[in-house]
């Protein structure tokens, strides 16, 4: 899994590439909050465009990343995902649980 960052105004843009299964969840989740501790203002958004695979694993840290942020009255958001990840999501009943966009731009219109 590989990870990208931007920010832009008061929102860090991060941007996700490969599989998020098992293996990859925790190194993951790592990576992720170390940007939002350096970042201690910011919302986020997860633009998920290049994510081909998502376990359950991958949602835990989304749930988490969600947690954490909410406690700093911070927003997540989720943007461009791909069928299979957006089947996941469906699957377990998450779609109303995230805020989703279809694109980046909409996500930080919002």
Same mark, same amino acid.
């Given at each position: 899994m590989s990870l990208q960052y931007r920010e832009t105004d008061n929102?860090?843009?991060i941007s996700l590439a490969g599989r998020m299964d098992v293996h990859l969840? /925790?190194?993951t989740e790592?990576?992720?909050?170390?940007?939002?501790?350096t970042h201690p203002t910011s919302n986020v958004i997860l633009n =998920?465009?290049?994510v081909e695979y998502m376990s359950s694993s991958g949602l835990?840290?989304?749930v988490?990343?969600?947690?954490?942020?909410?406690? /700093?009255?911070r927003d997540l958001k989720l943007c461009n995902l791909s069928i299979a990840v957006r089947k996941v999501f469906e699957v377990v009943? =998450?779609?109303d649980m995230f805020d989703i966009y279809e694109?980046?731009?909409?996500?930080?219109?919002?």
């Open positions: 929102t860090l843009v969840a /925790s190194e790592g990576q992720l909050n170390d940007l939002i501790k =998920l465009e290049d835990r840290v989304f988490s990343l969600m947690r954490t942020l909410k406690e /700093s009255n009943e =998450l779609m694109s980046e731009e909409e996500a930080l219109a919002s």
